[in-house]
């Protein structure tokens, strides 16, 4: 069964705190993705990573495919990065192509000033 | 902002009733998935359209179905609501011919049924 599991599922931290969320999931994955979510819906791609670490910013990702762990990274955090941060992978088909994403239970990060 | 709209934003239904939500995909996307987020969970899965066809489904009953045309946008229909359809409904585009592009979400549509 594909799975995504994700924790914290809430953090509260103070500004300029270092950051973490973690991601695993169960079986191969063709492409990781880190999401944003603020209030009101609308969801933010903010990384998608099949293998190694991408950084962007204030932000960084991570990916151990041998563990199937997934990190996502917030340096120097600031109140505007409160939202809820959601992990998805793509899970392979049997035969090769690619799902829909299933999505984690998502994190619900509030950094106060 | 990405290029993928959804419309309408808001709406209303009563239980029974059927509605249609709209989704555009980003330029040079081929492929529209659609996800039902309800309060406080993450999104599932509905399904995904890919050339116009219906390319893979989640856990969700034949009473959801959808379209997509040629230009790559797609509708999302939902027959006969119940209650428990009250929820955000997202679409997503991406390229279904390059495994590293990244998925763009619409801003959704929340679904009222009452």
């Known amino acids: 069964k594909n799975e995504v599991e994700q924790s914290p599922q809430n953090l509260t931290a103070q500004e300029g705190e270092f950051i973490t969320i973690n991601c695993s999931y169960s079986v191969g994955i063709s492409a990781l993705h880190w999401l944003q979510q603020h209030p009101g819906g609308g969801i933010v791609s903010l990384f998608m990573?099949?293998?190694g670490k991408k950084k962007h910013g204030r932000l960084i990702a991570t990916i151990n495919i041998q563990e199937k762990h997934s990190s996502l990274h917030i340096t120097a955090s600031h109140p505007r990065d409160s939202a809820v941060y959601i992990c998805a992978a793509t899970f392979m088909y049997s035969g090769g192509g690619a799902d829909g994403l299933t999505f984690g239970k998502g994190t619900h990060l509030i950094i106060q000033p | 902002e990405t290029g993928v709209t959804q419309s309408p934003t808001h709406l209303i239904k009563t239980r029974g009733q059927q509605v249609t939500l709209r989704c555009s995909s980003q330029?040079?996307?081929?492929?529209v998935s659609w996800y039902q987020q309800a309060l406080g969970q993450g999104p599932q899965f509905i399904f995904q359209y890919y050339r116009e066809e219906e390319n893979g489904r989640g856990n969700f009953p034949p009473r959801f179905s959808g379209l997509q045309f040629p230009n790559y946008s797609s509708e999302l229909n939902v027959n006969a609501l119940e209650l428990d359809d009250s929820a955000l409904y997202l679409c997503?585009?991406?390229?279904?011919?390059?495994?590293?592009?990244?998925?763009?979400f619409g801003q959704g549509t929340r679904l009222t049924v009452v």
């Open positions: 997503a585009s991406t390229d279904r011919g390059n495994m590293n592009t990244e998925a763009f």
């Open positions: 990573l099949s293998s």
């Open positions: 330029s040079g996307h081929n492929t």
